[in-house]
């Protein structure tokens, strides 16, 4: 999904491209915003609950929690003597990273 709301056009885009595969195909959807949000997206309420609609129907629902990815990995690229540096230095302190922070997986 985007960050920035959908004009008519790119919703009905949307729309035509999920119920083509509504039911045939799977679909993979990722976003940040929370699933209680997407409304807002769409300009239009009708079309917004026609994708919708597609989307979760049959759906499985995966939400992830814990550090991002990138932080973890932006961590293991500094050296150990600098990880230690005050944050004020411009480098966090990264010890925590890459420690399992778990994960809620929730069929629908």
């Known amino acids: 999904m985007t960050l920035a709301p959908f004009t008519d056009t790119s919703s009905r885009d949307l729309l ?4 083509d595969r509504c039911q045939v195909r799977s679909t993979i959807v ?8 997407w409304h807002g997206l769409f ?3 009708t079309v917004a609950d026609a994708v919708l609609d597609r989307l ?5 629902k ?3 929690k814990g550090e991002s990815m990138r932080k973890i990995k932006s961590c293991k690229t500094i050296p150990a003597s600098d990880q230690q540096i ?21 069929p629908n």
């Open 30 to 37: 990722a976003g940040q915003l929370p699933l209680e949000h």
């Open 16 to 19: 035509e491209v999920v119920d």
């Open 56 to 60: 979760v129907h049959n759906a499985y």
């Open 86 to 106: 005050p944050a004020s230095k411009g480098v966090r302190n990264c010890s925590s990273a890459g420690k399992p922070s778990g994960e809620n997986i929730m």
């Open 62 to 64: 995966i939400n992830l």
């Open 43 to 45: 300009p239009d309420p």
